[in-house]
Nanobody, 117 residues
Framework: QVQLVESGGGLVQAGGSLRLSCAAAGRTFSPFGMGWFRQAPGAEREFVGRITWSGGVTNYADSVKGRFTISRDFAKKTMYLQMNSLQPEDTAVYSC??????????WGQGTQVTVSS
């Protein structure tokens, strides 16, 4: 069973940047892809973006396109979410998960991102 651990969240002012990490713990790790989601208080979980592990193909939600970038490091078994031009509406708990090509599983515990105005 692969365990995912997010890190890198914190408090940032509007217009600032943060980089989140999602590290996989386990002997072997070769998923179809990985994804980022976020959930603001009182809201449903929202898709942020995903990346295919081998080809590095990315997809993003319209709300973050052009501001957020997903990448991965094979050797470190880690996926990253570079977030630029952050706005208060980006405030949420950000979680990562393994993408099977059909659904998402092995969710991490999440990391809090708070953007102040």
């Amino acid at each position: 069973q692969v365990q995912l651990v997010e890190s890198g969240g914190g408090l940032v002012q509007a217009g600032g940047s943060l980089r989140l990490s999602c590290a996989a713990a386990g002997r072997t790790f070769s998923p179809f892809g990985m994804g980022w989601f976020r959930q603001a208080p009182g809201a449903e979980r929202e898709f942020v973006g995903r990346i295919t592990w081998s080809g590095g193909v990315t997809n993003y939600a319209d709300s973050v396109k052009g501001r957020f970038t997903i990448s991965r490091d094979f050797a470190k078994k880690t996926m990253y979410l570079q977030m630029n031009s952050l706005q208060p509406e980006d405030t949420a708990v950000y979680s990562c998960a393994i993408y099977t090509g059909y659904n998402y599983n092995n969710w991490g515990q999440g990391t809090q991102v708070t953007v102040s105005s």
